[in-house]
């Protein structure tokens, strides 16, 4: 017989992403709802080895729903990819009393919620939380729509600077192995070229396109790069590009970290309320290792193993749409 679910224990792991702690907020108010204590677990994955968890209740999560970050704190840690590492995480939430988990995190977060769910048993449903959007089995994930905003606004401000001085500006966004930030960017921002993982980088076809810019008048350019270019990153092809062609004079700035803080946007908010409403309900209703989603504005549950093993696909229809109008 399957135990009985009385506490539920919530955290963050990973990378912060804006909406987190709309998520958190979502997960407790709702325990609540259904009749579950609920208990928040401080530093991820690490806090739970550690066994630093508090109770909380609804006071515990108000006036957060628009914070960026993370309330309960997030941590990386190499214990816990370790058996002996989940054991000793799984012996402290058998000390609290927890008897099932929700995960807001990404591919990492997720990796180890699956180990421990198959090893222990442990009811877990995760939650997508990353400003990478490269999680299969939904559509958005909390934090990448603020993301796409916060980076939009950094880049119309750049390219206000770049038309001033006749610059040609190398943007590096977040996307360590996928570039949906960079693609919806670029095409949100007019770039010249958007130069993503997902695609082989040509700097001959590179200068190409500066030419023809250059060639049509254009007195300035904006070049958005994924982190994870092959190319090595926004210094490396700049570089590369001021060794070939130098009509224009080139700068670079990495956005980084700004990327993942901020007020999240009311779609994040809402996301994530929703699908922190979702997850207690799938533990309700008896699930366990799996990922809540919204697909298509539907619920969709996507077993933990298969959200981490397959990524979103980028819409080639928008990779075509971001060649065609930077002519």
């Known amino acids: 017989m399957e ?7 919530v955290f963050t792991s990973g990378g912060d992403a804006p909406g987190m702690n709309a998520g958190v907020r ?13 208990v928040g677990i401080m530093n991820g994955y690490h806090g739970m080895i550690e066994g630093d968890f508090i109770k909380m ?3 515990s999560v ?3 729903i628009q914070r960026g970050g993370t309330i309960l704190k997030t941590a990386r840690s190499k214990e816990f990819m370790t058996e002996e590492g989940r054991e000793k995480a799984y012996k402290q939430l058998q000390k609290a009393g927890i ?9 990492g977060t997720f990796t180890g919620a699956d180990k421990l769910s198959k090893e222990h048993q442990v009811p877990v449903v995760g939650m997508p939380g990353t400003i990478d959007n490269d999680l299969f089995g939904t559509d958005f994930t909390i934090g990448y729509d603020t993301a796409l905003n916060t980076v939009i606004e950094a880049v119309d401000k750049i390219r206000d600077t770049a038309s001033s001085h006749n610059r040609l500006f190398f943007i590096e966004v977040m996307g360590r192995d996928a570039g949906f930030i960079a693609l919806n960017t670029g095409i949100a921002c007019g770039a010249e070229d958007i130069l993503i993982p997902e695609e082989t980088t040509s700097i001959d076809d590179l200068i190409k396109i ?9 007195n300035s350019g904006i070049i958005i790069v994924a982190e994870g270019d ?12 001021n060794e070939l062609y130098d009509h224009y004079e080139t700068r670079v700035t990495i956005l980084g970290h700004i990327q993942r803080g901020g007020s999240p946007t009311c779609a994040d908010r809402v ?4 699908m922190g409403y979702e997850s207690v309900k799938a533990i309700k209703n008896g699930y366990k290792g799996i990922m809540v989603g919204i697909v298509d504005d539907q619920v969709a549950y996507t077993p933990l193993s298969k959200a981490i093993k397959h990524h979103n696909i980028m819409n080639k229809d928008l990779m075509e749409i971001a060649r065609v109008l930077s002519l």
């Not at 135990?3 to 224990?9: A, S």
């Not at 092959?230 to 590009?241: C, H, L, Q, R």
């Open 3 to 9: 135990k009985e679910i009385k506490r539920i224990g």
């Open 210 to 218: 500066l030419d023809r810019g250059f060639r049509q008048n254009k």
């Open 271 to 274: 996301l994530a309320s929703r």
């Open 99 to 107: 008897d099932a988990l929700v995960a807001i995190g990404g591919n």
């Open 230 to 241: 092959d190319s090595g990153g926004a210094i490396n092809i700049a570089k590369k590009v």
């Open 57 to 59: 209740d609804s006071s």
């Open 62 to 64: 108000s006036n957060i």
């Open 26 to 38: 979502s997960v407790v108010r709702s325990c609540i709802y259904f009749g579950y204590e609920v």
